[in-house]
Structure formats: structure tokens, C-alpha cells
Nanobody, 119 residues
Framework: VQLQASGGGLVQAGGSLRLSCAAS????????MGWFRQAPGKEREFVAG???????HYADSVKERFTISRDNAKNTVYLQMNSTKPEDTAVYYC??????????????WGQGTQVTVSS
């Protein structure tokens, strides 16, 4: 199984980025997909998740700013990041979760992609 995250980079505060995570080697449409982030010196935290049904969940810190979506035909999950803030700076990871499992339990992890928001 591979989860390949991409789309990170440097953005000014208030700007936008779209992260992508391409999955292979798993039956993508049956998995819930999540985005997590880890800032320097902090623990990894949940950012957003999308169930196979399409239902979405967000951390309070990103609600109304970030949008998670998935394209099952492309085996890809996206994270649209709008109105970014310096505190969004972190390494972002995607993860695949078994159906019905909590966001705290991931079956597979991808490699991270760095997002840096300048003030």
C-alpha cells in the first residue's frame, strides 16, 4: 500500500494550497481517509477526515477554512486549504482508516508534505 502526498509548499498567510494524496494497493473506496499534521515540537493532530459515504469531519481549528474531498475514480483524497494562517505550518500526512474506525487509528500512513505559511 502506498499513500503519496503532494502539493505542499510555501504560501503567504491568507493564501490557498491544495494537497493531494494518491493511494495505491488498497480498495480505496472502502476506506475512510484522513489528513493529519505535525508542527515542530508538537504532537501529530487530526485535521480532517472523509468517510466512504462522503461524510466529513474537521478539527475546530480548520473548520470553515479547509475542505476535504475524495475522488474514488482517481484513488485520491484532497485537502483544500484556504485562509491559511502561520499556525497551519506543519508537515501534513494522509492516512487510510478502516471503515468504522476512529480517526485516531490509521491502517496506513503516507509520507508527509511540508506546508509553510508565512506571516
Amino acid at each position: 500500500v502506498q499513500l503519496q502526498a503532494s502539493g505542499g509548499g510555501l504560501v503567504q498567510a491568507g493564501g490557498s494550497l491544495r494537497l493531494s494524496c494518491a493511494a495505491s494497493g488498497l480498495r480505496f473506496s472502502t476506506y475512510a481517509m484522513g489528513w493529519f499534521r505535525q508542527a515542530p515540537g508538537k504532537e501529530r493532530e487530526f485535521v480532517a477526515g472523509i468517510r466512504w459515504t462522503g461524510s466529513t469531519h474537521y478539527a475546530d481549528s480548520v473548520k470553515e477554512r479547509f475542505t476535504i474531498s475524495r475522488d474514488n475514480a482517481k484513488n485520491t483524497v484532497y485537502l483544500q486549504m484556504n485562509s491559511t494562517k502561520p499556525e497551519d505550518t506543519a508537515v501534513y500526512y494522509c492516512a487510510a482508516h478502516l471503515s468504522g474506525s476512529s480517526w485516531s487509528t490509521a491502517k496506513y500512513w503516507g509520507q508527509g508534505t511540508q506546508v509553510t505559511v508565512s506571516s
